[in-house]
């Protein structure tokens, strides 16, 4: 019996951008099924990330259309993203390093406040009962990602691989339907991308997410995805389950045949 795929939440059409004369992304197509977790995979410069950033609408493709759940987000400001159901994180990481871990994750909820200047700085009852209910949400995301002992640390003094679990809990309590993860395995020790990949798994179905994730650790990627796209100078060369990608020969030949022992490609 043959299974029917999810339903597409996020369609991408075409999508060309180029940045002076150099192609990044041509007539690049794929589909994120509801549900699902979709690995797109590549090379540096193959345009993951530039495909990361055409979707939260940091860049603006030249062709092509991109929908989510049925909206058009070519028309959706870049500030409007995080609203619309959308959060990520950064292959270099973009926190905050003079602030702590909580008030890190707060930041991730900025769109779901809607308090004004005015009512902030009458300190009126509405205000403060919706600002404990964010930090109620946020404290409880740290402690569902076993952050809570570094919840008042300065993240500047933090290691590397805590940093990468407070990006993420900063962009789950956002409360976001798509989840953006940018090389979340980078840095990582063997140990550490295994649970991983347990987490992500854990993540998507304890809030009911799906995930888009771009990485280079071809065995996180095939064992947690439930399709993978594939990319090559900004060319999509293949899309199917890990099994079809790992049998296509342009995908062994380009990008799994070079692989080190980890895992990791070369």
């Keep these: 019996m043959t299974v029917a795929p999810a339903p597409a939440l996020l369609q991408v059409r075409d999508v060309t951008i180029t940045f002076g004369g ?130 008042n640390t300065y993240v500047r003094s933090l290691p590397y691989g805590v940093q990468k679990r407070v990006e993420t809990a900063r962009a789950l309590v956002g409360r976001p339907r798509l989840l953006l993860l940018d090389e979340p395995a980078g840095g990582l020790n063997h140990e550490e991308v295994t649970r991983l990949g347990e987490q992500i798994r854990a993540i998507r179905d304890r809030f009911a997410l799906t995930v888009l994730l771009v990485e280079h650790h071809m065995s996180l990627v095939m064992a947690i995805s439930d399709h993978v796209a594939v990319l090559d100078f900004g060319r999509r060369i293949a899309v199917g389950t890990p099994a079809e990608v790992q049998r296509n020969p342009a995908v062994v030949e380009a990008y799994l045949g070079g692989q080190d022992e980890d895992g990791t490609h070369a």
């Design 22 to 151: 150099l192609v990044a992304l041509d007539s690049v197509s794929f589909d994120v099924g509801s549900g699902e977790i979709v690995g797109l995979i590549g090379p540096n410069g193959a345009g993951k990330t530039t495909m990361f950033n055409c979707v939260t609408r940091l860049y603006r493709p030249d062709r092509g259309s991109i929908t989510f759940d049925g909206r058009d987000l070519l028309r959706v400001p870049a500030h409007r993203v995080a609203a619309c159901g959308i959060t990520r994180t950064f292959q270099n990481l973009a926190l905050f390093p003079s602030l702590t871990v909580l008030d890190n994750v707060l930041v991730g909820q900025h769109h779901l406040l809607h308090a004004d200047a005015v009512s902030s700085s009458l300190r009126l009852p509405t205000v403060v009962s919706e600002e404990r209910a964010a930090r109620a949400e946020a404290c409880e995301i740290i402690n569902y990602l076993d952050l809570d002992a570094y919840r």
